[in-house]
Structure formats: C-alpha cells, structure tokens
C-alpha cells in the first residue's frame, strides 16, 4: 500500500497469526502471490519479478531489520516508574548482533545498547542482563531491536524489565 503521500505501494501489511496481529514490512510490493512454498512479487516502479525469501540481504546491501514493541505501561498507567533492571533472551548467532533502543514515554529519544550475538559458551542462546541508565523515570517504557548489517540475522525470544513504582501525582 501507499503511504506517506508515496504514488507507489512502500509498505505491506502482513497478517501473523501467531501473535494475532498486523506486522508493517517497509517492502514494497504488488501483486504478491504464492506458488508452493514461495511468495512472488512484483516491484511497484520497475516492473521486475522478485522472489521472497531471497537471502539476508539485498544484493550485496545490508537490509535495515526492526522489530519494535508496544509501549509497555507496567501494573498502573498513572504512576511513574522508576526503571532498574532488564533481560533479553536471544537466539545465538554467531558473528551477529543487535541494537537495542530502549525510549521512555513516547519519546523520540533513546538509549542504545549494541549486543552480540555470539556465545562463547556454544549455547543455542544468549542472555544478556543489564540495568537501566541511573535516573530513567517514566510511566511507560518502549523497545525496539534491529540491526542494519550485513548478512546479519537476529532472533529474539523474550525481554523482561522491572521497576520501582513511586507515589502517585498529577501528572502532564
């Protein structure tokens, strides 16, 4: 579909059932169809037959990947929080890695922490535990993983984060 007052399609909407929701992929597409286990599509200004999936990357070119969560209010939506601990849990990917963005509040301004994806341990997965920066005061939190490297996939599995709520006040 068209978005963004674009005159061609710039991004797809594609339903996941396993989460019971809508997922936006920045792919243009038209006219996808599948045939067997493949989708075909056609790109909306070149006329050109695509198949997907094609690889991890697009020709050569790292293909910017994100994944970013609801805005997470925790047990009261009118106290803030003061942020303390979080944990990741993701799939090993040996010599990849990934950003985490972590904003406050719908804020457009974040923290960013670059997290490898490489165990040292042999395992199937990685944890990675860390505390939020000193001071994060909020009453909701955001977090958005991706990467935009080349041939370089991520996978998460589950991310957790607690708190200590303060006193109610009137709030902005």
Do not use: C, H
Not at 46 to 63: F, K, M, Q, R, W
Not at 92 to 117: F, M, W
């Amino acid at each position: 579909m068209a978005e963004n007052n674009s005159t061609t399609n710039n991004a797809t909407y594609i339903y996941d059932p396993r989460f019971t929701s809508w997922l936006k992929y920045s792919v243009p597409m038209d006219a996808v169809t599948k045939v067997g286990d493949s989708f075909y599509f056609g790109g909306p200004s070149t006329g050109v037959v695509y198949l997907y999936p094609s690889g991890t990357n697009d020709d050569g070119s790292a293909i910017t990947a994100y994944w970013k969560s609801k805005d997470f209010i925790g047990g009261d939506p009118f106290v803030e929080k003061d942020f303390q601990n979080y944990s990741m849990i993701a799939r090993t990917q040996t010599g990849s890695n990934i950003d985490l963005d972590i904003s406050y509040n719908a804020s457009p301004s974040y923290t960013r922490n670059n997290i490898s994806l490489t165990s040292s341990l042999g395992l199937p997965f990685i944890r990675y535990n860390a505390r939020f920066p000193t001071g994060k005061l909020g009453s909701f939190v955001n977090f958005k993983f991706g990467n935009d490297d080349l041939s370089s996939p991520f996978e998460i599995y589950s991310v957790k984060y607690d708190y200590m709520p303060r006193a109610w006040r009137v709030m902005q």
